[in-house]
């Protein structure tokens, strides 16, 4: 069965530096999704993706964060200057469709940033 | 402001019996509603989606309710086994910052015990 995946599974990184998260979605699906959950905390939604571009993004993705599609196949999630509150576990998603379609989300990067 | 309200405290309850977890919103009218399932460390997986015109819908032994003039869905899993104890997280899109965002609850923890 296809599934999204991402790589790496846990990043350490020192504040201030730039990371890049990276996500695989499935093949034949349109949408593409970053969301992060603190620890203990709810899911919250960073941004989505279409046709190489963002179609909607929350509060959270301020000018620090950037997302791109640099091949077929790859979408990454950038950090340019990482914070402590960074710290989270960030998930990609991928839908076939937007609205009213289930979305598909991977395993997940753990981000500690010390 | 928008919010979405899921049970904080864990739900515990004996195999074989029914569990109903519950998700109120405020001050909007979704199109659909969305549950997941979040096991720890893990991303979440979709289970169900119910559209604001359908009162109830089933998958095996998952049931959804959606009532838009409560502002209420209900979650039910009936025969609950051990291996369905995770946490379980109702979404929708939420209208903030002048877009749809995807949105989800806190979630609530169900703990079937053998």
């Known amino acids: 069965e296809p599934e999204v995946t991402q790589t790496p599974s846990h990043q350490v990184t020192q504040m201030g530096q730039e990371v890049i998260l990276r996500c695989v979605p499935i093949s034949n699906h349109l949408y593409f999704y970053w969301y992060r959950q603190i620890l203990g905390q709810k899911v919250e939604f960073l941004v989505s993706f279409y046709n190489n571009e963002i179609s909607e993004k929350s509060e959270i993705f301020d000018d620090q964060f950037s997302v791109e599609r640099p091949d077929g196949s790859n979408f990454t999630l950038k950090i340019r200057s990482t914070k402590l509150e960074d710290s989270a576990m960030y998930f990609c998603?991928?839908?076939?469709?937007?609205?009213?379609?289930?979305?598909?989300f991977g395993p997940g990067t753990r981000l500690t940033v010390l | 402001s928008q919010k979405i309200e899921q049970n904080s405290e864990a739900l515990n309850i004996q195999e074989g019996k029914t569990a109903t977890l519950t998700c109120n919103y405020t001050n909007y009218s979704p199109a659909y509603l969305q549950w997941y399932r979040q096991d720890p460390g893990r991303g979440p997986v979709f289970l169900l989606l119910?559209?604001?015109?359908?009162k109830e819908k089933r998958k095996e032994r998952l049931k959804v309710t959606f009532d838009t003039t409560l502002k209420q869905s209900l979650f039910h899993i009936t025969a609950s086994q051990p291996a369905d104890s995770a946490t379980y997280l109702c979404?929708?899109?939420?209208?903030?910052?002048?877009?749809?965002?995807?949105?989800f609850g806190r979630g609530t923890s169900l703990i079937v015990h053998p």
């Open positions: 119910i559209r604001e015109n359908e």
């Open positions: 998603a991928s839908s076939l469709g937007l609205d009213e379609t289930e979305q598909f």
């Open positions: 979404a929708l899109d939420i209208f903030s910052g002048g877009s749809y965002i995807p949105t």
